[in-house]
């Protein structure tokens, strides 16, 4: 399974995690993405350095591993290669045997059309590290839609990951849409 540095990192940093903030983050990391409570809730709810970017990493390493149908094996070799204690990575193989049934659910009912985006406002921030030292910039994105709001956080690379894959896509449907109107 390839993973992207920024991702990682993010992973990294759930090493450092007392054993009662791991499981909070794993278990709310799932309850997110299964759509039991929000990301800012998530947020709100922790009391560790880096939040967003363990959350951010977490969530994209859970639903490209549910999405992919990663096996535990695989998703442990992971998780040793990022020196997690083997009493982690049990614990994350616990949570993932429990809770990933649940998520690829939700995410094999994420249609095309399941949802519009009415508006897009985004901040550029600053994250901390411990004792105050800037970690880096992050970017807080708010997404506007027909049914609930979405927040999540990203570094710039990731944004700009993001602006690319959505002009890709909108050149694909106007390519698209300009085939069919010719036909």
Known sequence: MEIPSVVLDGLCSLGELDNTSFAAVVDGVYDT??????????????DIEQKEEIVDSLMLFISESCRRNVNPGTISEVLQDLQLPP???????????????????????????SGSILDVRWKLVFARGEGGSAVGPRYSIHLVTDREPVHFYCSPAQLDDLVSQLQSATFSIDKFINNQSLS
């Open 87 to 113: 009493d982690r990575v049990s614990r994350f193989l616990a949570s993932h045997k429990v809770k990933h049934l649940t998520l690829k659910s939700v995410l094999a009912g994420t249609k095309p059309g």
């Open 33 to 46: 993405l299964s759509g039991k409570t929000s990301t800012q809730e998530l947020l709100n709810r922790l």
